[in-house]
């Protein structure tokens, strides 16, 4: 005999002619083992915890998966209260139902409507351990060590009651929760069936929003519909293994990667990649879990990377391809805590304060649905023209790396020397305690710099392979605001919004005052230039009004422009792009073009 | 206490002990002792970094998880003229010729596996986060130039940083932001928390009056306003004192009054 099949005789797991599928609900593992253990054994009876005062609604939502639906109860003429059970996809004990209704067998319900099934209360190691040990060793794990389970006893004994009513002789697979099975051994010893509560409720169908998926679900719709997507595969081929979470999940993260770089221009670096892992395996660990959850995904995405691309994330795991909503508007937004006693909850924080949970945000903004093909329709374009914090915020960098510029020429000019008849800017502390052995002072000289940084050049990306062909020369629309010449992608080409484009920088020159500004892409005084950087950086020489002229980039320009500066009296400060804030280059890198002044009172809605 | 590396003598610091307890958002703590986890022999632990606005409780939250590890919490504070041997070593002069070596809080948490709490990192110049470079990383150790001496983390040390987020404080190269990851976000907690933290805080108020500064920090957030549980229990302080020093008539009048004091007029627009 096989160990696992000794095991199974051993936990009990068949009796005569039952054979107990003890399961975890609601968890994409458990649902595939049901539908494939089902589809081999091919009983005639498949009773299934569930309650049987539910039946008519139940069966009518299990037949209209993988739409997600739920039974909501209540008094017969009162108002619908909680849901009492949601029928999903993923679900082992309604994938018991649907399995049982494809190979033909009579299905038993052997649960009450009048013990709350759920909010769900019950603790269970991680189901994707299943990708590694049989399922028998699972379930002996469990037997070994039941965590307490306040409400199985009296759900137990429901079971035990209706299943001792069942014809022994018919062959027959039970699937009931793991606390109810460890629980049935004794009362199915007893043999005695006791009197059925008596439940005066009425059950009723409802369809569930999609909107509040990613708040309900244990198991997210990702992972669900991708197990829907296996169904098949898993009552054809007895070898078919179990769903695997953990590839799911990373095919998850590899999409919602493509998404940020399309949606927001976002490129992780490996060192992303890399500590966003270490991140995520020590989440998992520290919930003695074996496989992450939506959760620890996002969170690892919001602390590695940010918060749009940790949005990219639960946008894609919350949002189902298969679930479709009534048309009529009958669909139901349910809330966490009417299926979840325990829910934990994280902030996202794009340009508005939202809040997340494992559930979704409670009283947020949401953003307006993707409507690319109507926004292009409105596109007029007549006077385009930037989106005002953004120039807020670029001006502000603007002046930071002027500033910086500053610091590192007075740095690189201080000088140290001994004590001699000054002190001047002060004693060095450090020269002094190094040279300690001299018994002398040393002293700090800081040379102030003569002159300010005017133009500022920032190059992300040289553009040797021409992705950045948008080439724009714009004016300063106050005394404040700089004149602009850049290189981007073309704005239009990603839409926001109704005329509102998004585009990447590949690299900028900023002037003030504004107004003076040519357009710099046709000014022949520059067409020795061999790249677009060096195009910018010569415009910068020739429109800065102060001697020096700040330059950012991968790497610092040729050494001829040095002697163009010279030339002109002006001193290129090169500021390398790596000793730059990323975070902070990131959130600049990104622009926003509107297509009239008009948008601008709208943007915000459409501008994350 | 003193320890000796390469044979020079390091006066240690002393760690610090305060009554303070992270109540609410247990999934930032999680967050935080998931990232201090060692996944075995080889594995090095992560460095954190805590971000968010001025009085969210970054640092009661480092504490915090410091305490929980059960290990002994050192702080250093960063500010703008933090050098890079205030980090490490400093040399104090002991007596006529000699010098004595006093560890930073830093190096002290290293050398006795404590928890090094770098509160408002962002505040320290690029110059002082280079020499804690090699810490960051696999390497795990310190030069100190002062000394002439490497200083190498017990494998139980763990490092975290608060840093704020406003103006005044300064960009982080690629190179030390990489290394301190991942970022935890303190956000402002919610009305059953902030209530609580109140209540802890201010445990002579009536709950009515901790309920009406609640929602007026709950209504100033909502407006993502700068205002935090630090000011409410500042307001909270005041407006009690106010009213039992007989200068307000009652707790709503000093309330107000108290907002428009600690706070400015500005702020009474969501006092109600």
New interface residues.
């Given amino acids: 005999m096989p160990a696992d099949e000794a095991l199974a005789d051993l936990l009990g797991l068949r009796r005569g002619r039952w054979t107990f599928l003890p399961v975890v609900p609601r968890r994409i593992e458990f649902a595939a083992l049901v539908r494939k253990r089902l589809c081999a054994m091919r009983p005639a009876v498949v009773a299934v915890e569930l309650p049987w005062e539910y039946w008519p609604a139940l069966i009518s939502e299990v037949l209209s998966l993988p739409n997600y639906g739920s039974i909501c109860t209540g008094p017969i003429l009162g108002e619908v209260k909680d849901p009492a059970v949601l029928v999903e996809p993923g679900d082992a004990l309604t994938e018991a139902l649907r399995t049982a209704n494809e190979i033909g067998a009579r299905p038993e319900l052997i649960g009450s409507a009048v013990l709350p099934m759920l909010p769900q209360s019950d603790f269970y190691p991680d189901p994707a351990a299943l990708e590694w040990i049989p399922y028998e060793k699972y379930v002996e794990l469990y037997f070994l060590n039941p965590p307490p389970s306040p409400q199985a006893d009296e759900r137990a004994r429901v079971a035990a009651t209706r299943l001792l009513k069942l014809d022994p002789e018919a062959e027959t697979a039970v699937v009931v929760t793991l606390p109810v099975f460890v629980r049935l051994h004794t009362l199915l010893a007893g043999g005695q069936a006791s009197e059925e509560p008596a439940w005066r409720g009425s059950a009723r169908n409802l369809r569930v929003a999609a909107s509040c998926l990613g708040d309900i679900c244990e198991d997210c719709p990702y992972l669900q519909e991708r197990y829907e997507d296996m169904r098949r595969q898993l009552a054809d081929d007895p070898d078919c293994p179990l769903p695997s979470r953990r590839r799911w999940l990373a095919e998850l993260w590899r999409e919602a990667e493509t998404n940020y770089r399309a949606i927001y221009r976002g490129e992780l670096a490996p060192w992303q990649r890399r500590q966003a892992s270490r991140f995520l395996e020590r989440l998992v660990r520290f919930d003695g879990a074996v496989a992450p959850s939506l959760f620890d995904l996002v969170a690892a995405a919001r602390g590695v990377v940010d918060d749009n691309f940790a949005y990219e994330i639960w946008r894609l795991g919350t949002s189902p391809r298969y679930h479709i909503d009534r048309p009529d508007g009958d669909n139901a937004e349910l809330r966490a805590e009417q299926v979840f006693l325990n829910t934990r909850r994280l902030r996202l924080r794009q340009r508005y304060e939202r809040e997340k949970r494992r559930a979704a945000p409670r009283a947020w903004k949401r953003r307006p649905a993707r409507d690319v093909r109507g926004w292009a329709a409105q596109l007029d374009g007549d006077a385009i023209c930037s989106y005002p914090p953004e120039d807020i915020v670029i001006e502000d960098y603007g002046r930071f790396l002027r500033q910086k510029a500053k610091t590192m020429l007075g740095e690189e000019r201080s000088r140290v020397e001994p004590f001699t008849t000054s002190v001047l800017d002060g004693i060095d502390l450090r020269e002094t305690i190094r040279r300690w052995h001299e018994g002398r002072l040393y002293v700090r000289e800081t040379e102030r710099v003569s002159g300010d940084a005017g133009a500022v050049v920032v190059i992300f990306d040289e553009d040797r392979d021409n992705r950045y062909p948008w080439l724009t020369t714009w004016l300063g629309e106050h005394s404040n605001e700089s004149d602009m010449a850049f290189y981007s992608t073309p704005p239009f080409e990603n839409l926001v919004g109704p005329g509102i484009g998004r585009a990447e920088y590949g690299g900028f020159l900023m002037t003030l005052p504004p107004g003076r500004l040519m357009d710099v892409w046709s000014d022949p005084d520059y067409d020795f230039a061999e790249t677009k950087p060096e195009r910018l950086l010569l415009a910068a020489l020739d429109y800065s009004l102060e001697r020096h002229v700040v330059y950012v980039g991968p790497r610092p320009p040729r050494a001829i422009f040095r002697q163009i500066a010279a030339r002109l009296a002006r001193q290129i400060v090169y500021i390398p792009l790596g000793a730059l804030s990323p975070e902070k280059l990131r959130r600049i890198r990104v622009l926003h073009v509107l297509d009239s002044h008009e948008r601008r009172r709208t943007a915000s809605r459409y501008i994350w | 206490m003193t320890v000796e590396v390469e044979g020079v003598v390091l006066h240690l610091s002393h760690p610090v002990e305060f009554a303070a307890e992270w109540i609410g958002q ?2 930032v703590l ?2 935080l ?3 201090w ?1 060692t ?1 075995g022999e080889g594995d090095l632990p ?1 460095n ?1 970094r805590i971000t968010g606005k001025p009085g969210v409780g970054k640092t009661t939250l480092a504490y915090t998880a410091a305490r929980r590890l059960g290990r002994e919490v050192y702080i250093m504070q960063g500010t703008v003229d933090t ?1 890079p ?1 205030d980090l490490i070593v400093q ?1 104090v002069v002991e007596g006529p010729g000699t ?1 004595r070596y006093v560890a930073s809080p830093l190096v002290t948490a290293m050398l006795r596996g404590g928890v090094a709490i770098l509160d408002e990192a962002n505040r320290m110049p ?1 110059k002082s986060w280079a020499s804690l470079a090699p810490l960051l990383d696999a390497r795990r150790y310190v030069e100190s ?2 000394a002439g001496i490497k200083i190498p983390a017990r494998p139980e040390f763990r490092l975290v940083c608060t840093m704020n987020e406003d103006a005044s404080t300064f ?5 030390i ?2 290394r301190l ?5 303190v ?1 402002f907690p919610e009305m059953e928390e902030e209530l609580e933290i109140l209540r802890q805080n201010l445990p002579m108020a009536e709950e009515e009056v901790l309920y009406r500064i609640s929602r007026f920090l709950q209504a100033a ?1 909502e407006m ?1 306003e700068p205002y935090t549980v630090r000011d409410g229990i500042s307001i909270g302080r005041y407006a009690l004192r106010l009213v039992s020093a007989g200068r307000q008539p009652d707790t709503a009048q000093a309330l107000r009054f108290a907002i428009r004091h600690v706070l400015g007029e500005e702020a009474l627009r969501y006092a109600g």
Avoid: G, K, N, T
């Fill in positions: 247990e999934e999680r967050e002792l998931a990232a986890m996944l992560m954190p050098r041997e040399p010098l690029e130039i002062v960009d982080l190269p690629e190179y932001y990489s990851q991942p970022q935890i976000h956000d957030h993502d």
